[in-house]
């Protein structure tokens, strides 16, 4: 399946790859982390929640990209011997 320009699936990974991209460097910070929980759940509600195929994709691309982040920032951590 190829997904349209005018697709709800278009317009997800567009959003996803913004998403990403903003928030590709994390920090341990309080406000990075309100502030992901923040848009993740824009997108969420922006495409159905569970109620859709594009909304469970939806979370679960967005909880893999923040789970994978938060290793990303444990792994960038235990290197610096913090």
Do not use: C
């Not at 278009?10 to 990075?32: I, R, S």
């Amino acid at each position: 399946m190829k997904f349209t320009k005018d697709s709800k699936e278009w317009a997800f990974f567009q959003d996803f790859w913004l998403y990403a991209q903003k928030h590709y460097e994390p920090t341990e910070a309080d406000e990075f982390w309100r502030e992901a929980v923040k848009e993740s759940g824009k997108i969420i509600a922006k495409y159905g929640n569970k109620e859709t195929k594009v909304g469970r994709m939806a979370i679960a691309m967005l909880l893999a990209l923040n789970d994978f982040l938060d290793n990303e920032l444990k792994t960038t951590k235990n290197k610096k011997g913090e």
